[in-house]
Nanobody, 120 residues
Framework: QVQLVESGGGLVQAGGSLRLSCAAS???????IDWFRQAPGKEREFVATISWNGGYISYADSVKGRFTISRDRAKNTVYLQMNNLKPEDTAVYYC??????????????WGQGTQVTVSS
């Protein structure tokens, strides 16, 4: 069983930065980890993914150049550094674990989410 706990969300002004953390159980050490987000009234959308060893990373076009995903295997933690935030980045952010080593595919495990609100 994989357990994921997100943290780091909050309220920030446009142009500001936040760093989200996803603490994963040790059983997820060989799994790809993804970040998704869901804004009010919208479907959940993919944000970024990182493979089990960090060798493969991919981003949604909407966040390329502003967000950076990274992984600390020693701490079983995945980070999402978000810079130059925009009001349209406002959403609940979820981390998710894939069954395989590389994503994004169809993640099987989800965290509870953390709210990010960007004011204009």
């Amino acid at each position: 069983q994989v357990q994921l706990v997100e943290s780091g969300g909050g309220l920030v002004q446009a142009g500001g930065s936040l760093r989200l953390s996803c603490a994963a159980s040790r059983t997820a050490s060989n799994n790809a980890i993804d970040w998704f987000r869901q804004a009010p009234g919208k479907e959940r959308e993919f944000v970024a993914t990182i493979s089990w060893n960090g060798g493969y990373i991919s981003y949604a076009d909407s966040v390329k150049g502003r967000f950076t995903i990274s992984r600390d295997r020693a701490k079983n933690t995945v980070y999402l550094q978000m810079n130059n935030l925009k009001p349209e980045d406002t959403a609940v952010y979820y981390c998710a674990a894939e069954r395989g080593a590389v994503g994004p595919n169809n993640p099987s495990y989800w965290g509870q989410g953390t709210q990010v609100t960007v004011s204009s």
